[in-house]
DNA sequence: TAGATTGTTAATCGATTAACAATC
DNA sequence: TAGATTGTTAATCGATTAACAATC
């Protein structure tokens, strides 16, 4: 049997992709290139044609791709041809500006829920959501079948808190938390720390 | 002449050495080892003992190294033995989360302007930063020195404002707006969007 | 048709890892 | 000393690119 395996560095840069691609249809395009993509990002354009290959032929030689099929076929890839529910756990300026965040609409998300541990919040409004008890994060996210959360909270509670979404059925964890924390193989994690990305760049500044 | 050129990607990985030594130091702890970093970070050893080659030899056969000076060490190499003032532009939701996150301090950055364009923002308040008119951008970073930015606005307006803190000089952007934003060459741009990183997450799940 | 652009192959380039002498 | 761990080399592994036949 040959298997399948397409190597997370592709999946890496489908988004970026499909995010150029939905730019596009906003500018009301209706083709495009392997070249123009790549411009846009700043990738080659054989690198392009060969990450799409692994997935079948969206292309036409001469004219190339046509905008809206090629963002159907990456939205089914990437399995955001559904909208996925996530949890927000951490109610304080991170979690708040994530919970109203408007970037997530047609993109494949939406918050479900926002969690916090303080009395003072919980019950309290942020946005289009009233903040609940953490200690019902368990039985909620299984009630709701949620899989996906994001974490909001202080580093020193981000171990603990993951620990928990786990127990509680999470597979894909995106960590606001300037750390690293464990998890089983079969949950995914991604982090957001902007002093990492600064620290990328400020190497490449002169004094 | 023999170029000292060090891969982009491995310093993407410094920083992350860094945050791990940094936590590490938070735990009253003196020594630690290749083997140990990689763990945490879900890296080989030998990926990271040959990474910090590139820059000299900051560890001891037999016993690692000394958490305090690799910190030191990296801290010079990636230019965060100073601290960099930042202006953020953009009041908005994500962008008062960024002035008032707590995040950048002993880690290289900090906030030092807060602009936007909106009559009923400017003159108010964010943390402990008065919003500033974003008219007044060019003048205010020159005059203060200014080389790092973060974009906060909206991602029709993401390009528009680039050019401006381009033009204010302006040498490293961290961008929040969901868009691919065009710098001239000597400009270092970062990206945050968290979809990219949920969309390289849900490929993975199972429907 | 002529020009453009795909999908794919093979070659190149670069990154990671295994292994080990050196030595603390 | 014996055990541990570094820094480095060479081998392996994987990713990127150049080139082009196919074809719209």
Known sequence: MVENFTPDIVIGRL????RSLQQMEKEKRHTTSSQEIGERLG???AQIRKDLSQFG???????GYDINNLIMELRKILKVDRVWDMAV??????GSAIARY????????RVSMVFDVDPEKIGGRIGAFIVEDMDKIEE???????????IAVPAAKAQEVSDLLVK????ALLNYAPISINVPDIVKVQYIDPVIHLQRM??????
């Open 15 to 18: 988004p970026l992709y499909l």
């Open 43 to 45: 990738i080659s354009a």
């Open 168 to 171: 509680s059925g999470i597979k």
């Open 102 to 109: 408007q970037g997530f609409a047609d993109r494949g998300y």
């Open 140 to 150: 909620r996210i299984k009630e709701k079948g949620i899989e996906i959360a994001m």
């Open 202 to 207: 400020t190497f490449y500044l002169s004094i």
């Open 57 to 63: 032929e969206f292309g036409k030689q001469g004219t």
């Open 89 to 94: 756990v951490g109610a304080g300026d991170i």
